[in-house]
Nanobody, 114 residues
Framework: QVQLVESGGGLVQPEGSLRLSCAAS????????MYWVRQAPGKGLEWVSS???????AYRDSVKGRFTISRDNAKRSLYLQMNSLKSEDTAVYYC????????RGQGTQVTVSS
């Protein structure tokens, strides 16, 4: 079955950086669109970034220029490099097989605070 396991979250100061990782199994990773979605406290899930099998990439406007999504098909892994973090980036981040987060992992908490 599909399994997505995120890691790399933590507490970071504003303007700091984190790199999230997602280990995927149970499906054809290399031929799949992959997504990062997040859920801030008291809010719904929101799409953050996506990468297609040919490395076409998209970001929500609020993270453009700060976040970088990437994938390593040989390692069946998805990544999200997050730089210049802001307090509004505080959320649980999920690796997902769809943009709505219907098939996602357990998430990793990112807290941006001084």
């Amino acid at each position: 079955q599909v399994q997505l396991v995120e890691s790399g979250g933590g507490l970071v100061q504003p303007e700091g950086s984190l790199r999230l990782s997602c280990a995927a199994s149970g499906f054809s990773f290399s031929s799949s669109w992959m997504y990062w979605v997040r859920q801030a406290p008291g809010k719904g899930l929101e799409w953050v970034s996506s990468i297609d099998p040919r490395d076409g990439i998209a970001y929500r406007d609020s993270v453009k220029g700060r976040f970088t999504i990437s994938r390593d098909n040989a390692k069946r892994s998805l990544y999200l490099q997050m730089n210049s973090l802001k307090s509004e980036d505080t959320a649980v981040y999920y690796c997902s097989k769809d943009p709505n987060g219907m098939t996602r992992g357990q998430g990793t908490q990112v807290t941006v605070s001084s």
